[in-house]
């Protein structure tokens, strides 16, 4: 099956920092890509829609100049958290829908962040 | 629009024992169903999927799941759990290439 890769896998800092995570669909390409959020015990929250070539479409409530994404590629997409505050510590898990594949995604193994 | 209930946050079984985990589903629309898995700060793996072809799917590790459109449900069992089956269980709906909505999940725990 089609692999989807993130960096890092784990990420520690200071509160008022950024921080950049990338997601990468390694074989195969991606027009899209979805960032979720997974709170401690908690179900997948979709943050935003990630669009090659076009501003991503954020979820109602999430904000849009606090996570910047950008998609540079067709097997690239990355989630900039500004200014990060404690209560942005979570685990943030990309996707990337598989081509043909009825509506299959398949998701990196997630980053961990953690503001101190 | 799209949801999904899982019914029980957390399921106990003995090693050896049948796993029933639930999902219901809503969907105004022919819905694609997925059972993914996720091992603890991992992401979440495939398990298996319903895209309109049989209602019985199988799939990875003995799981299987039976799509029942007159009840919405989309429940996952396997015959005999294993150790290694403890993991947090997710039940999604999604129509396509778009994103999916997930269920709050199911903690499955084998006892030995």
């Known amino acids: 099956g089609a692999v989807v890769s993130q960096h890092p896998s784990r990420v520690i800092c200071k509160s008022g920092t950024s921080v950049k995570i990338e997601c990468r669909s390694l074989?195969?390409?991606?027009?899209?890509m979805f960032w979720y959020r997974q709170f401690p015990k908690k179900s997948l929250m979709l943050m935003a829609t990630?669009?090659?070539?076009?501003?991503?479409?954020?979820e109602q409530g999430v904000e849009k100049d606090k996570f910047l994404i950008n998609h540079a590629s067709l097997t690239l997409s990355t989630l900039t958290v500004t200014s990060a505050h404690p209560e942005d510590s979570s685990f943030y898990i990309c996707?990337?829908?598989?081509?043909?594949?009825?509506?299959?995604?398949?998701f990196g193994p997630g980053t961990r962040l953690l503001v101190l | 629009a799209q949801s999904v209930t899982q019914l029980g946050s957390h399921v106990s079984v003995s090693e050896g024992a049948l796993v029933l985990l639930r999902c219901n589903y809503s969907?105004?629309?022919?819905?694609?169903l997925f059972w993914y898995v996720q091992y603890p700060n991992q992401g979440l793996q495939l398990l298996l999927k319903?895209?309109?072809?049989?209602?019985l799917v199988k799939g990875i590790n003995d799981f299987e799941a039976e799509f029942k459109k007159s009840e919405t449900s989309f429940h996952l069992t396997k015959p005999s759990a294993h150790m290694s089956d403890a993991a947090e269980y997710f039940c999604?709906?999604?129509?396509?290439?778009?994103?999916?909505?997930f269920g709050t999940g199911t903690r499955l725990t084998v006892i030995p």
């Open positions: 996707s990337a829908p598989g081509q043909g594949e009825g509506g299959t995604q398949y």
């Open positions: 074989d195969f390409q991606a027009t899209t």
């Open positions: 990630s669009n090659e070539g076009s501003k991503a479409t954020y």
């Open positions: 969907s105004s629309v022919p819905p694609y």
């Open positions: 319903y895209t309109s072809a049989a209602t």
């Open positions: 999604a709906v999604g129509t396509g290439a778009n994103n999916l909505f």
